[in-house]
């Protein structure tokens, strides 16, 4: 979706202006954590993004420089940082509500479009502060 649809679809909750701002919390959907993250990728704010990983994704991919070399050529996420655009397409629940799937696609400034499926989760009482926010 465009930014006026997803403005829109997230029913004014959650502001492009404010996005970069966002840290995890139970108030957030699991679109609108994806929101974030891809926005703050547009962005080039690989910490943001990296702020939204479950501890268990940021045990395997962390620390944030360590995370950060992900999107560095010749890697295939580096699409994804300073992209010219981004969309977010269909959501997949799984049966029990606490896993989502999103398929989201980062548009370059040459034109080529790149997919990738989004997982996140709900976070259980083990995450301790984090429990209840939806994390990559």
Known sequence: PSYCSLVTELGGRLQFVDTLA??????????????AQAYALHCGRVDLCFSFA??????????LARFSKLFELPSRYNIMVHCAAFSIRAEEKSRC????????????????????????????????????????
């Open 22 to 35: 966002a840290q995890p919390s139970s108030s957030l959907t699991a679109r609108e954590v994806v929101v």
């Open 97 to 136: 509500g606490r896993q989502s799937a999103f398929d989201v696609s980062f548009v370059a400034s040459g034109g080529e479009e790149s997919h990738f499926l989004w997982q996140t989760r709900l976070q259980q009482s083990d995450a301790g502060e984090l429990e209840g926010c939806w994390m990559t």
């Open 54 to 63: 479950s501890p268990s994704n940021k045990a395997m991919t962390g620390p």
